[in-house]
Structures are given as C-alpha cells and as structure tokens.
C-alpha cells in the first residue's frame, strides 16, 4: 500500500543499502486524487458492476463489500516486495516493505466484484488508501478467473519511476527489513506472514514469496 510520510532524516546503515536514502515524500492533493480517479474510470457509465484484482493486503483486507469474490490470475506482472514503505509498515529512518505488481510472469490474487450501484464512495476509500503518493499506476488488466470467465480488472501496478520503487534487493537488505520494519499497522514481516497465509488458504500459494520469506528469517 502506498502512503505518504514526514521528510527522511539521516540514519545509520544497518546493512549495505538500507535504510535507503528516498528523500521527501509529497501526498497528492484531494484534486490529484480525483483526477486519477476519473481518468482511471473515465469509460465506467456509474452503472455496471465492477472487477478489482487483490494481490497483497487486499486479499486479507479488502476493505469493502463485494458482491462475488473469485481466484483469479493476472498475466505480464508478478508479485514481488517492491515498495518501501514509510508509514503503514515502516518509518521513514527504516522503511518497510510492501507488495507490488512489477513488469514480467504472472500473478495469482483474488477477483472482487464491485455492485455499480453503490460503488462511488468505495473508489474514493480505495484511492485514498493506495493512491496517496501516486505510486501505483491505477491499469484495467485482463484477469483469468478460476471458473474460466476473462474479465478485465482494476489494479494497481507499480510505477518504476518513483523514488519508492525498490528495484530488485538482495536477500541481507529483505532480512533486515523483516527484522527491524514496524509502521503504524504493524511490522513488515507480519504482512508478509498474513499475505503468504492467505494465499495458501485461498489455494494459491505463492512459492516465490514463501520460498524468500524462508531464506530470510
């Protein structure tokens, strides 16, 4: 989840590249925010029921009524620990880390959809909670269900040009962030530990991120 944070201040590394130097954060405004909304759902008529896919913390907290909730897939993006995080799961001395769709492979997560009627506030509570540093790039990505149906959903795939994007880390940088990271709605690890357990739940592990959170405990 994207969020926004009080300027960095200098702090003793505690491995080779972290805490990382990301300089000051900037929240969008109310009218920012609007505007990505409308952009984003510029061919919506108000009416139709709506698709959003969850790869990280929306699978275990979606925040928000859905009328169907279906396993899903995403292809030409994988799931990956890919922005730092200096709120919600860190501080701006030690980041956290949170989930992104990054370029490349694919994605399991869950499909929720949205009843059109109704859903207007719960964009708004959706941007609010994933767009306040614009992040993310707000994309409608065709989305395999499990029961076969092609839809096209709304995601939120990283930006690579931002200051947060994290870029591929080695396993020591991830070691300390899992052991050190703690922001206002817990530590990194515990999201990372929630997520990995969801997923299984829901009969899609993720190999990848359980196999990293293996090698770095």
């Not at 979606?62 to 396993?71: F, H, I, K, L, S």
Request: aromatic share 8%; hydrophobic share 40%; glycine share 10%.
């Amino acid at each position: 989840m994207s969020e926004t944070s009080p300027p960095l201040t200098p702090a003793e590394p505690l491995c080779h590249g972290y805490p990382p130097a990301l300089g000051e954060a900037r929240l969008l405004t109310d009218a920012e925010l609007a505007h990505s909304l409308a952009h984003t759902m510029r061919h919506w008529d108000g009416r139709s029921d709506l698709w959003l896919f969850g790869y990280g913390s929306l699978i275990w907290n979606p925040g928000m009524p859905a009328a169907e909730t279906v396993r899903a897939r995403v292809r030409g993006y994988h799931r990956g620990l890919y922005l730092w995080s200096r709120v919600n799961r860190g501080t701006p001395e030690q980041p956290g880390l949170v989930l992104a769709l990054d370029r490349g492979g694919s994605c399991t997560g869950m499909a929720f959809r949205l009843a059109g009627e109704g859903a207007a506030p719960h964009l708004q509570a959706l941007w609010q909670r994933e767009m306040p540093m614009g992040s993310y790039r707000p994309a409608w990505l065709p989305c395999w269900l499990a029961d076969g149906r092609r839809i096209e959903a709304l995601a939120f795939v990283m930006r690579r040009d931002v200051p947060t994007y994290t870029g591929r880390l080695s396993d020591e940088i991830i070691r300390t962030v899992l052991g050190c990271a703690q922001g206002r709605y817990g530590t990194t690890l515990d999201y990372v530990c929630r997520t990995v357990a969801a997923l299984r739940e829901s009969g899609m592990p993720d190999r990848a991120l359980e196999a990293l959170l293996e090698r770095c405990l």
